[in-house]
């Protein structure tokens, strides 16, 4: 399995974003996906979920309404659209596999800062 | 939410020694299906969460047994037989029986 996020960077308060993570190495598109972020220096927040067709998502309170997490099985590549991005949304970004309870195989993170 | 309660914060401990991490959640996490969805991570300096263990006490391939974990409803523990180096890091856990899915603050584990 490997998960390989990117799209990370600098952005303005209000300010949008699009993370990707790229993954090989296991059949993508039998698998739950997540998101998970961790503050500098902070513990580990569950972002969203999705599920293998895309017809179930869920997020944390923190983020509905302005996240989008969405998926494209043809290309093996999972997504999370942020809008509306807060100094506090300032955290690495990791992508992950998904099996019911249970988070499995993590990416190596992408960083998203959000500073003006 | 469930809130997952993990203690101590820093646990520094002697090469070859045992050490136990606690992590308590406000509800219980046995799922209708009959399964206890708690899991635990390593975070090693400056690298990605790795799991460790799933659904209370299985052993994630490759993580050696000196890791278990044990407990039940809303109590778990996760021990470490003997500390080696490498052990050093950041453990977290984590409950999946409900949405938000919510991790423990973390338990940092030191050599002395």
């Known amino acids: 399995v490997q998960l390989v996020e990117s799209g990370g960077g600098l952005v303005q308060p209000g300010g949008s974003l699009r993370l990707s993570c790229a993954a090989s190495g296991f059949t993508f598109s039998t698998y739950w996906m997540t998101w998970v972020r961790q503050a500098p220096g902070k513990g580990l927040e569950w972002v969203a979920n999705i599920n293998q067709d895309g017809s179930d998502k869920y997020y944390v309170d923190s983020v509905k309404g302005r996240f989008t997490i969405s998926r494209d099985n043809a290309e093996n590549s999972l997504y999370l659209q942020m809008n509306s991005l807060k100094a506090e949304d300032t955290a690495v970004y990791y992508c992950?596999?998904?099996?019911?309870?249970?988070?499995?195989?993590w990416g190596q993170g992408t960083l998203v800062t959000v500073s003006s | 939410d469930v809130v997952m309660t993990q203690s101590p914060l820093s646990l520094p401990v002697t090469l070859g020694q045992p050490a136990s991490i606690s992590c308590r959640s406000s509800?219980?996490?046995?799922?209708?299906?009959?399964?206890?969805?708690l899991n635990w991570f390593q975070q090693r300096p400056g690298q990605s969460p790795r799991r460790l263990i799933y659904k209370v006490s299985n052993r994630d391939s490759g993580v050696p047994d000196r890791f278990s974990g044990s407990g039940s409803g809303t109590d778990f523990t996760l021990k470490i037989s003997r500390v080696e180096a490498e052990d050093v890091g950041v453990y977290y856990c984590?409950?999946?029986?409900?949405?938000?899915?919510?991790f423990g603050g973390g338990t940092k584990v030191e050599i002395k």
């Open positions: 992950a596999t998904y099996l019911p309870g249970e988070i499995d195989s």
């Open positions: 984590m409950q999946g029986t409900q949405w938000p899915l919510t």
């Open positions: 509800q219980s996490l046995l799922y209708n299906d009959g399964n206890t969805y």
